[in-house]
């Protein structure tokens, strides 16, 4: 990875059961129309959304 290769600070977040899409609330009815693997997951959506939050107030003073 990029970031390890030239010493970068970095913070790898999970979210439990968060599949590709999960911010779109669309995306469980267009994953299952398409057979895809994605799907909504309010949890992960605000989990992540007050996560990105935290970073800017942090970062961004």
Same mark, same amino acid.
């Given at each position: 990875?990029? @970031?390890?290769?030239i010493? /970068?600070?970095? +913070?790898?977040? @999970?979210?439990?059961?968060a +599949? $590709?899409? #999960?911010?779109?609330?669309?995306?469980?009815a267009?994953?299952?129309?398409f057979s895809m693997p994605?799907?909504?997951n309010?949890?992960?959506? +605000? /989990? @992540? #959304?007050?996560e990105?939050?935290?970073f #800017? $107030? +942090?970062?961004?003073?």
């Amino acid at each position: 990875m990029e @970031s390890n290769a030239i010493g /970068a600070a970095y +913070t790898f977040k @999970s979210f439990a059961n968060a +599949t $590709h899409a #999960f911010t779109n609330p669309e995306a469980t009815a267009t994953g299952k129309k398409f057979s895809m693997p994605i799907a909504y997951n309010a949890a992960a959506d +605000t /989990a @992540s #959304f007050n996560e990105m939050l935290l970073f #800017f $107030h +942090t970062v961004l003073k």
